[in-house]
């Protein structure tokens, strides 16, 4: 089954700096997820991209799609303190929607003050 | 509270014992699904329904058994277990036939002794 595979595992900055996490993946997609977990809680969805698309925004987030590398990011901008947490990729496969989301490892975000 | 609820928040059970999972959702939703989300681990998707129907049930141990008796409820009922069987169990339901993000509920902490 396809993987995100996010990258890196974990990050720290200063709270005012941009975070930006990648994500691949290993075979055709309809859409792919980004989600935000905090600690030992369930996950939240944050934004969702089309195939088709290749940028999306949303508040302070900002997502790219090249389906050409199989790849995502997702950039955070002016990061605060609740940014903390685990943020991970997933994608719904092409099969028109009949399956799951595949979920990657995650990277965990630590926002220092 | 995200409109997903699982119960109970924490579950400690022997080896030896039968204890269920419950999810329920009262979103509209029309699909639900069972996650494991082990350490350092990607979450793994254990079981799909949609409609009421399973339609994925990703090579998941008969000791894990699911029941949807309906659109909003889903249980997970667990028998048997082994220790490696700990983790973190998250319920999610979305909507079908489209671009939809999941919801998740808070999970259950389930610990095998």
């Known amino acids: 089954s396809q993987q995100g595979e996010e990258d890196p595992q974990a990050l720290s900055i200063q709270e005012g700096e941009n975070a930006t996490m990648n994500c691949s993946y290993k075979t055709s997609i309809n859409n792919l997820q980004w989600y935000r977990q905090n600690s030992g809680r369930g996950l939240v969805h944050l934004i969702l991209i089309r195939s088709n698309e290749r940028e999306k925004h949303s508040g302070r987030l900002r997502v790219t799609l090249d389906t050409s590398k199989k790849s995502s990011s997702l950039l955070i901008t002016a990061s605060r303190a609740a940014d903390t947490a685990s943020y991970f990729c997933a994608t719904q496969g092409a099969g028109g929607g009949a399956d799951g989301l595949t979920f990657g490892k995650g990277t965990h975000l630590i926002i220092q003050p | 509270e995200t409109g997903v609820t699982q119960t109970p928040r924490h579950l400690v059970m022997g080896m030896t014992n039968k204890k269920s999972l419950k999810c329920e959702q009262h979103l509209g939703h029309n699909a639900m699904y069972w996650y494991k989300q082990s350490a350092k681990k990607p979450l793994e998707l254990m079981f799909v329904y949609n409609f009421k129907e399973q339609t994925e049930n990703n090579s998941v141990p008969s000791r894990f058994s699911p029941e949807c008796p309906n659109s909003s409820h889903l249980f997970l009922h667990l028998h048997t277990l082994q220790p490696e069987d700990s983790a973190l169990y998250l319920c999610?339901?979305?909507?079908?036939?489209?671009?939809?993000?999941?919801?998740f509920g808070s999970g259950t902490r389930l610990t095998v002794v």
């Open positions: 999610a339901s979305s909507r079908r036939g489209g671009d939809y993000g999941y919801t």
